[in-house]
């Protein structure tokens, strides 16, 4: 491969990861840098955790991959002001919803809760293309979720795009609205988005026909450390041969920790150890959760382990999977994917999950466990006692891998780098 060759613009894709260090974000930016990679791109990485980075690919500090380089992110003050009106905003909200009694309306529904503003990906990119001979024929925004949604932002942001002869660019929206409404699909820049949830691409198609939507199967990082840590041992001594169960993750409303923290409750100690492992977001819990979670901890049972901090290691969070007996997913009004089932498929693990939406429908389709209401305790306590009597459908947890593979990963992204852009799919072969 000559440096020649990979250094055409036909060849190049920009990685852009606007977040670092909140839940998996981090991991699905590497996933996409290495898929690229290995599929014969330049990839250009804008990331403002480069260290972290270096260790999801396995990076030396030198990071010598030759057709990778890593951009300079550097600091922009908006950045800082809009995340304090962000909080600021939030705790109001959550004051409102104390006094009031009334549940406030979904964030993701008003753009003045969404704290990343568009001018500053548009900016951050320009600047940092500034510092490089590489020319990108393609921009990957790699979380949308949390950007200001109004026109009149995007609307700004596109005139730099044209000013700047930005390339054209794609993102990846986790929870997308019911209608494609936000500003940034009237602007001519995008080509498109990519979603977890082949229903919504299939609506959004029809709705916006000049655009290009693409399913992506919701995969998950599998590596385990190389040997057992000490947090390991910790756990499996205090369960002392109970049945492990499992929750973790980033805890917000979405984790419904009150109806989790009750069936702790509810349970026979003698048979059952309890495992809650993630950063806990308090101001985003509604009342019973944050009720239930001071309660407990005032006098945590003997039979649950609660560590409250997020793991940036993948490996170590995988390894608290590879520990527990059953995953914990009975999540709260939670209508999109989650890579906790890709984990509970590839390491053997039966999950329980709600009976609606997406997880649920998945969990029946290829036999991972079980699914129960996402606001009946008692439910949820007897599924899990069923679930530690039930054997593995092994045929339905290999199909799940197979379905939500790298490969499969890479080829829906392919296919969308090419129909966004075709001259970027001009890859060199590896």
């Known amino acids: 491969m000559s440096t020649a060759e990979v250094n055409t613009p036909q060849a190049c894709v920009l990685v852009y990861n606007p977040l670092s260090g909140h839940g998996h974000l981090d991991s699905w930016n590497a996933m996409f840098i290495s898929l690229l990679l290995a599929g014969g791109y330049r990839v250009l990485a804008l990331t403002p955790d480069v260290p972290a980075l270096k260790q999801r690919l396995q990076l030396g500090e030198q990071a010598l ?22 909080k600021i905003k939030r705790i109001s909200a959550k004051l409102k919803e104390t006094f009031t009694q009334t549940e406030p309306a979904p964030f993701e529904h008003d753009p003045e809760f969404n704290y990343l503003e568009p001018l500053e990906f548009v900016t951050r990119v320009n600047r940092s293309l500034s510092h490089t001979n590489a020319k990108p024929s393609l921009i990957i925004n790699m979380y949308m979720d949390l950007y200001r949604t109004d026109q009149a932002r995007w609307n700004e942001a596109q005139t730099y795009l044209t000013q700047y002869a930005v390339a054209p660019w794609i993102g ?22 990519c979603f977890l949830d082949e229903t919504v691409v299939q609506s959004y198609s029809h709705a916006l026909p000049q655009k290009q939507f693409c399913y992506l199967p919701d995969i998950t990082n599998t590596d385990l450390p190389d040997t057992e840590s000490a947090r390991a041992i910790k756990i499996k001594q205090l369960a002392r041969g109970r049945k492990i169960v499992f929750m973790g993750g980033t805890i917000s409303a979405t984790k ?65 999977i590879v520990c527990a007996d059953i995953l914990f997913a009975v999540y709260r009004d939670f209508k999109i994917s989650s890579n906790m089932l890709g984990k509970a498929a590839s390491f053997n693990k039966l999950i329980l999950v709600a009976d609606q939406y997406l997880m649920g429908e998945r969990v029946r389709r290829y036999g ?38 790298r490969q499969a990963l890479r080829e829906q992204l392919f296919k969308m780098i090419e129909r966004c852009n075709p001259v970027a799919h001009e890859r060199v072969p590896v």
């Open 65 to 86: 991959v030759s057709n990778l380089e890593i951009l300079d992110w550097g600091v922009l003050s908006p950045t800082v002001t809009q995340r304090i009106i962000y």
């Open 172 to 193: 990846l929206r986790f929870i997308p609205a019911t209608n494609p409404v936000e500003g940034y699909y009237k602007t001519s820049s995008l080509s498109g988005m």
């Open 256 to 320: 419904n920790l009150s109806k989790w923290l009750s069936v702790v409750e509810c349970a026979d100690p003698a048979k059952w150890f309890f495992v809650q492992i993630g950063e806990i977001h308090q101001d985003a819990l509604n009342n019973d959760d944050l009720q239930a979670y001071k309660k407990i901890m005032m006098a945590l049972p003997e039979h649950l382990y609660v560590e409250s901090n997020y793991l940036p290691d993948e490996r170590a969070f995988n390894e608290m």
């Open 368 to 405: 991972l466990g079980l699914a129960v209401s996402q606001d009946n305790v008692a439910q949820m306590y007897t599924a899990l006692s069923a679930l530690a009597a039930h054997d593995l459908d092994l045929d339905g947890f290999n199909a799940y891998c197979r379905d939500f593979s």
